[in-house]
């Protein structure tokens, strides 16, 4: 039974205290509460805006441009693999600096250095493939217009045509680290950037050679030991170039008459291939001195003739009595001068006669060198040295010749 006492006690406290509307009490405080909350949330809204908005701006700061065109599939695979990576590493370390907000924090430089690492890296991985492409039109280029040497090194050259896919089985493109362009190819691994340039003929070292070659015939001096000594610094200016020596000494001018075959290039000794090819040149060119010099010499010997000619032509008496026979003089000195054959020519005299200038033949007829002749018709005789009443032609000095065919008075 329930206690009555106890229940008029509360009904008496009732009224002296009146009734009380706790709903209407607490809603202010839930007001205030309400928008205490919105406010947070709106400013959890704005962090993470903010925040968002860091990210966006350092993903913008990606340098992920990348020309993927004259790739194969396979390769363009291989490089989009290396970005995807790449880019979940830079956009975990975007979301982590964004959230922090002091620049001097030791987490701000480490996540900075990460992205800045693979920003470097895409730049790297970038200009190592448009450096790829264009490496092999060129190596395509030169190997189709007869520009590459045949002192290649086989294993590097093998290696190349593989890393291009121009011959051989096709190197698998991948990308290392660091973004650094790599190839698995004949079964070792090889980084684009430590791949050896392909050796081309060097038409510079064979110009400068058969320039100062032509330079030392042209001189027609013999060369001096002082000469020697500067030709020798010459050299070894020329050949300082390895792939210039292994292209010279390779066949590659042969053709051009630049012949040195029995020279091996020794790779542990650089400098003996060096002195040998040195030494070879440097007789070669004491060679075609000697040649210029005698050639020189037979030159001036020859002009020395030509003048005493021309002298002795001076002293021969001319005829006062008739123009025929200083015309014919005056003709087969010219004759002479052209050095040519002058066949069947009316002399002053009236016979027919073969002017012959030094040196030169005339069908079988042994002539006397370096002395111009004539050929006259003279009268036949037998071997007890009678008159067998025909003529053949017989080789005389011009002198003797322009004695015998002159007009007589």
């Known amino acids: 039974m329930a206690n009555n006492a106890l229940i008029q006690g509360e009904a008496d406290l009732r009224r002296t205290q009146g009734f009380v509307d706790y709903g209407a009490k607490l809603a202010p405080i839930m007001e205030k509460q309400r928008e205490t909350g919105l406010q947070a949330k709106k400013?959890?809204?704005?962090?993470?805006?903010?925040?968002?908005?860091?990210?966006?701006?350092?993903?913008?700061?990606?340098?992920?441009?990348?020309?993927?065109?004259?790739?194969?599939?396979?390769?363009?695979?291989?490089?989009?693999?290396?970005?995807?990576s790449e880019r979940n590493k830079y956009a975990e370390a975007a979301n982590a600096i964004s959230k922090i907000g002091d620049a001097s924090d030791p987490q701000h430089a480490y996540y900075t250095d990460i992205m800045n690492g693979v920003n470097n890296s895409f730049t790297n991985l970038n200009k190592q493939l448009d450096s790829y492409k264009e490496g092999k039109v060129g190596f395509a280029d030169s190997s189709k217009n007869g520009l590459l040497s045949n002192g290649q090194d086989p294993d590097s050259f093998n290696n190349l045509s593989s890393i291009y896919r121009l011959?051989?089985?096709?190197?698998?493109?991948?990308?290392?680290?660091?973004?650094?362009?790599?190839?698995?190819?004949?079964?070792?691994?090889?980084?684009?950037?430590?791949?050896?340039?392909?050796?081309?003929?060097?038409?510079?070292?064979?110009?400068?050679?058969?320039?100062?070659?032509?330079?030392?015939?042209?001189?027609?001096?013999?060369?001096?030991?002082?000469?020697?000594?500067?030709?020798?610094?010459?050299?070894?200016?020329?050949?300082?170039?390895?792939?210039?020596?292994?292209?010279?000494?390779?066949?590659?001018?042969?053709?051009?008459?630049?012949?040195?075959?029995?020279?091996?290039?020794?790779?542990?000794?650089?400098?003996?291939?060096?002195?040998?090819?040195?030494?070879?040149?440097?007789?070669?060119?004491?060679?075609?001195?000697?040649?210029?010099?005698?050639?020189?010499?037979?030159?001036?010997?020859?002009q020395e003739q030509k003048a005493d000619r021309k002298a002795a032509a001076r002293r021969t008496p001319r005829d006062p009595e008739t123009k025929v026979n200083r015309s014919w003089i005056t003709t087969v000195g010219e004759w002479v001068e052209t050095d040519k054959v002058q066949k069947n020519i009316a002399a002053a005299n009236g016979e027919f006669?073969?002017?012959?200038?030094?040196?030169?033949?005339?069908?079988?007829?042994?002539?006397?060198?370096?002395?111009?002749?004539?050929?006259?018709?003279?009268?036949?005789?037998?071997?007890?040295?009678?008159?067998?009443?025909?003529?053949?032609?017989?080789?005389?000095?011009?002198?003797?010749?322009?004695?015998?065919?002159?007009k007589a008075n």
């Open 353 to 406: 006669v073969t002017i012959v200038p030094a040196g030169k033949k005339v069908g079988s007829m042994e002539l006397v060198e370096n002395e111009p002749g004539m050929l006259i018709p003279v009268n036949s005789v037998d071997e007890e040295g009678n008159d067998t009443g025909e003529t053949e032609l017989k080789w005389v000095t011009i002198e003797d010749g322009l004695r015998r065919t002159k």
């Open 167 to 302: 011959e051989g089985e096709p190197a698998e493109m991948f990308v290392a680290a660091d973004g650094n362009l790599a190839f698995a190819a004949n079964g070792s691994d090889v980084l684009y950037n430590d791949l050896e340039e392909p050796i081309l003929k060097d038409y510079e070292l064979a110009k400068a050679y058969t320039a100062k070659a032509n330079e030392m015939y042209t001189t027609g001096q013999q060369l001096t030991e002082v000469g020697r000594k500067n030709l020798m610094v010459d050299l070894d200016i020329m050949l300082q170039d390895p792939n210039a020596i292994k292209s010279i000494i390779s066949g590659d001018f042969t053709r051009e008459g630049l012949d040195f075959s029995d020279v091996v290039f020794d790779e542990a000794n650089p400098q003996a291939t060096r002195d040998q090819v040195a030494e070879i040149m440097l007789q070669s060119f004491s060679d075609v001195a000697d040649s210029g010099y005698q050639e020189k010499q037979r030159a001036a010997t020859a």
């Open 43 to 84: 400013e959890n809204e704005r962090k993470v805006e903010r925040i968002q908005a860091g990210i966006n701006t350092n993903m913008g700061k990606m340098k992920t441009d990348m020309d993927l065109t004259g790739l194969a599939p396979d390769q363009q695979t291989a490089v989009k693999d290396f970005l995807l």
